[in-house]
């Protein structure tokens, strides 16, 4: 298309381009997505036909990932679920019938009041997959519906996917924070009409910024800003692109990020960069995070993380002394038991730097417009007798000091296998295939979900947790075919529904749709615009520009005030005085909150439990360091993985990648089938050589099922073969209860044979003994089921 085409077409929302309709609107992918960036929707008799990134759009400017330039295959996808079912066979036989959406509700009404009156509403279990637009209605379900304040993620051990840093820096600002890329106004990278400045220095930690877009924060801004002069410093143990582009890459060992956070504040104090002014008046407890970093040389750091002494000092040099830095940090942070010292040591880095709210810092933000939806919505309809049942409140962290509302993963998994405290007698997954993805420890989650009297996946397509586990199956609707809102973070965005597929139902219809069978009280709205309708008037501040979805979806976004420094105009505290929203008006580096309920306060690395360094006699047996869960263009997490997309047509198989010594001293060559082995279990994937890798580390890809092999177990869509969280364990987490070690566990490579390979993953967990039961605890390995407190 021309400039001139767009431009034309700029005022509008919707317009015809010869026989299509095109629509401005955003998207959340397939549903899984983090972002939702402007759209241009082209449909043809009510079909999708084309996605085109929204060159008017503030957030991604036209750019656009490649699962929603896809979209269309996705959402045509004839293997698409179009009706409801019923399963008529035994679970795992893949045996189905078609039935009605009041067919279905009756069941699910049946069930739950059934488990209300035998069991009360506590045994039933509320599960969603990552992002997207359902952050808070599913949570609502689960509240407002079910009357279960057991909500949690799907069996993400220790909620490994943000909540870590959530946690720190709610304790640590008493508000979040994230990088400045001036996603925070309309006029983008404008320094005349905002006072934002480009980063002279961007650190992208644990993060592929480019390929992930995680945490609302669309990767390409990083792009932009390289591009307008910022200079990088990444820390990966792969060399990604970003990386490869870096003036510094610090190629760290898995699970070692804290010691090397540790490395830098001690070099940044020892030379005296810190913001002295910053500290002295905002920042509580610098010398005694002085003091315990005051041990963490570079030169130990080096030997700990792997890394060169002297590029720890040249890179902390290089932040510090910038006039402005930001830190983008990622999954890998969260990803190991040690995540909350992790996060409290980087989030000191920025702090101390005095690169807090300002431009092109990190800038503490919120949800646009006040809107205060997320895991915790509809949380307060609880009664105080039913919340205290919410299984982990054990964790004072997650839940009696507030930050997070939901269930521990962990502790419903043990709920299941134990009946203790309480039975789980029903399962309800939105948007979530656990043991393909999210489940550490995959054939443990099997063999506890077979147990459950009740399960109904909600999903977009038949998957392996459907097959294996589920009683009834509804299908889900795709971004584009439904009406929704989103404000994490900003701005505001619409999302305007242009097609349909079938019998498709939004996560926020069925919501409804359950709701008002169950509990009308709380469900006053008839379907997902009335649903909206009532955020944008009631959930909202009195700034928004509209208060009903119609209006709403002629503007499609809408961008909040945004200021600097909002700690000096006493904008973060509730008693309106200048300061942080903490117990001491300051950042906390020594964190009270974390005194308070007895953990440390201070960060500290602590090593994994998994490494050659804890456990030198099972890296005997398994000398690879072992790291999981690296993002791939192609896809999102399990999604777009059907063999005709072209997902799969550039990305067939799954891949490890090794060192080129790593793989000469194991006979491997590029292209080999391999199998990766610990202590817990095994899975095949195929040999990638790297130029870059540590010769002890390698990378592994999560995700994997194939939807063209069998359904029907023992092959189960071949999902076990390939599954590396056949290796992870599950319910090992820190001693707040959150983190896990997806990305630092031991292995061995070896190649495929025909011998070696008769008995294979996916029979072995469903037909044999499987996995991960028998535990040698000679060797030091964490008991299945116990909690690390490291």
């Not at 973070?489 to 097609?499: A, E, I």
Request: charged letters at 25%.
């Amino acid at each position: 298309m021309t400039t001139d085409y767009y431009k034309k077409h700029w005022d509008e929302v919707e317009w015809q381009d010869g026989d299509y309709t095109v629509t401005r609107t955003t998207a959340w992918s397939a549903p899984g997505c983090h972002d939702g960036c402007g759209v241009l929707y082209y449909t043809k008799d009510g079909k999708l036909e084309k996605v085109e990134g929204d060159p008017k759009n503030p957030f991604n400017r036209g750019s656009l990932c490649m699962r929603c330039v896809m979209m269309p295959e996705v959402v045509n996808n004839p293997e698409r679920l179009k009706k409801p079912l019923k399963r008529v066979g035994e679970r795992g036989e893949n045996k189905w019938e078609e039935i009605s959406i009041d067919e279905a509700l009756d069941i699910i009404e049946e069930k739950v009041r059934a488990i209300w009156r035998d069991y009360g509403p506590e045994s039933i279990a509320v599960h969603i997959g990552t992002g997207r637009d359902n952050n808070d209605v599913i949570p609502r379900m689960a509240y407002c519906a079910f009357g279960t304040p057991n909500f949690s993620m799907g069996y993400l051990a220790g909620d490994s996917c943000f909540c870590p840093r959530s946690a720190s820096m709610a304790s640590t600002n008493g508000d979040f924070m994230i990088a400045d890329m001036s996603q925070q106004f309309e006029n983008r990278y404008d320094e005349k009409s905002t006072e934002w400045r480009c980063p002279e220095v961007i650190v992208n930690w644990g993060c592929n910024a480019v390929v992930s877009n995680s945490d609302n924060f669309f990767g390409h801004w990083i792009v932009d800003c390289m591009q307008r002069g910022a200079k990088m410093i990444t820390i990966d143990p792969g060399l990604t692109w970003l990386a490869a582009r870096s003036d510094y890459w610090l190629r760290v060992r898995p699970g070692t990020d804290c010691a090397l956070a540790m490395a830098m504040i001690h070099v940044i104090a020892e030379e005296g960069l810190e913001d002295k002014d910053f500290v002295s008046k905002w920042c509580y407890g610098f010398d005694e995070l002085v003091e315990r970093c005051e041990p963490w040389t570079p030169e130990r750091a080096a030997e700990v993380c792997w890394v060169d002494a002297d590029k720890i000092r040249e890179a902390a040099r290089m932040y510090a002394n910038a006039n402005n830095a930001a830190i983008q940090w990622g999954l890998k942070v969260d990803q190991t038991t040690n995540a909350t010292a992790t996060a409290n040591a980087i989030n000191a880095l920025w702090t101390i730097t005095g690169n807090v709210d300002v431009p092109g810092g990190n800038i503490i933000i919120r949800n646009a417009f006040s809107q205060n939806l997320s895991y915790g919505y509809g949380w307060h309809s609880l009664s105080p007798e039913v919340q205290a049942k919410r299984l982990g409140s054990e964790f004072p962290l997650m839940s009696r000091a507030g930050y997070s509302s939901s269930a521990h993963a962990d502790s419903v998994l043990k709920a299941i296998e134990t009946s203790e405290p309480y039975p789980i007698r029903m399962v309800w997954m939105s948007a979530t295939n656990p043991i393909a993805n999210m489940g550490a420890d995959a054939p443990r989650l099997y063999r506890a979900l077979k147990t459950v009297d009740f399960v109904v996946v909600h999903d977009v397509s038949l998957t392996p947790t459907a097959v294996a586990f589920a009683d009834l199956v509804i299908p889900a609707a795709m971004s584009p075919e439904r009406n929704s809102q989103r404000c994490w973070w900003v701005p505001h965005r619409t999302m305007k529904k242009v097609c349909d597929s079938g019998e498709c139902y939004s996560d926020t219809n069925i919501a409804t749709l359950v709701g008002r069978r169950l509990k009308p009280e709380n469900w006053p709205w008839e379907d997902e615009v009335g649903w909206i309708n009532n955020i944008l008037s009631t959930e909202s501040d009195e700034k928004i520009p509209y208060r009903n979805f119609e209006d709403a979806c002629k503007q499609v976004w809408a961008y909040p005030e945004f200021q600097y420094r909002k700690y000096e105009k006493g904008l973060l505290r509730f008693d309106g005085q200048p300061g942080f929203n903490t117990p001491t008006g300051r950042i906390e580096l020594f964190n009270t909150n974390m005194m308070l309920w007895g953990y440390d306060p201070l960060p500290e690395h602590k090593e994994p439990s998994c490494s050659p360094v804890s456990n030198p006699e099972l890296a005997e047996k398994y000398p690879l360091v072992l790291t999981t869960g690296a993002r791939s263009f192609e896809f999102f997490h399990s999604e777009q993985r059907h063999a005709h997309l072209t997902s799969r047509e550039l990305h067939p198989q799954p891949k490890v990648e090794m060192s080129v010594k790593a793989a000469a001293d194991r006979g491997i060559k590029e292209g080999d089938w391999v199998w990766i082995e610990n202590q817990r279990g095994r899975c095949r994937q195929i040999a990638t050589i790297s130029l870059a890798l540590d010769d002890r580390v390698v990378r592994a890809e999560h995700g994997w099922w194939f939807p063209e092999a069998e359904a029907a177990e023992p092959n189960l869509f071949g999902v076990f073969n390939s599954n590396i969280n056949n290796l992870t364990p599950q319910c090992e987490n820190g001693d707040t209860g959150f983190g896990a070690p997806y990305a630092n566990q031991l292995c061995e490579i070896y190649k495929c044979t025909e011998e070696n390979s008769q008995d294979l993953p996916s029979t072995h967990v469903t037909r044999k003994d499987g996995y991960s039961k028998e535990m040698d605890e000679t060797n030091g390995d964490v008991k299945v089921g116990v909690v690390y407190n490291g």
